[in-house]
């Protein structure tokens, strides 16, 4: 089981659109909560706020992700799928997008957001 080292941010830019990448160590739900409510009214402008997370409490594994009115498969999933594959536990990834006039595709958008998340782990595990 790996884990982040720390908070860090990253910024993917594709076709007008920007995608702001977070990722935050969490115990637990309530800190899972108090996170998200943080980025509530922050990012004025932001078309979509985007989350995946998996942690452990008590023993008990929990993994969830949301899409924000995305495309099926094309956010939130990708990102928790991203943690499940490098093994990657107590850890949110959020990602807020600005809109840049162009649609993506559920092809692109998965490779952005996939592109923001993976930008927030990068040198940033603990294996």
């Known amino acids: 089981m790996n884990k982040i080292k720390e908070e860090k941010q990253s910024q993917?830019?594709?076709k007008r659109?920007?995608?702001l990448g977070f990722a935050f160590y969490v115990d637990n739900e309530?800190?899972?909560s108090g996170i998200l409510e943080s980025f509530e009214g922050?990012?004025?402008g932001a078309a979509h706020t985007v989350y995946a997370y998996r942690l452990q409490e008590n023993g008990v594994p929990k993994e969830k992700f949301d899409n924000d009115k995305e495309p099926v498969g094309s956010a939130g999933q990708p990102i928790l799928y991203l943690l499940q594959k490098r093994n990657i536990m107590n850890c949110l990834i959020v990602v807020i997008r600005y809109f840049g006039g162009t649609l993506l595709g559920t092809g692109g958008l998965v490779r952005a957001y996939?592109?923001?998340a993976q930008g927030t782990l990068e040198d940033n595990v603990i294996e």
């Open 114 to 116: 996939t592109a923001a």
């Open 30 to 32: 309530e800190q899972v």
């Open 17 to 19: 659109s920007k995608f």
């Open 42 to 44: 922050k990012y004025k």
């Open 12 to 14: 993917v830019d594709i």
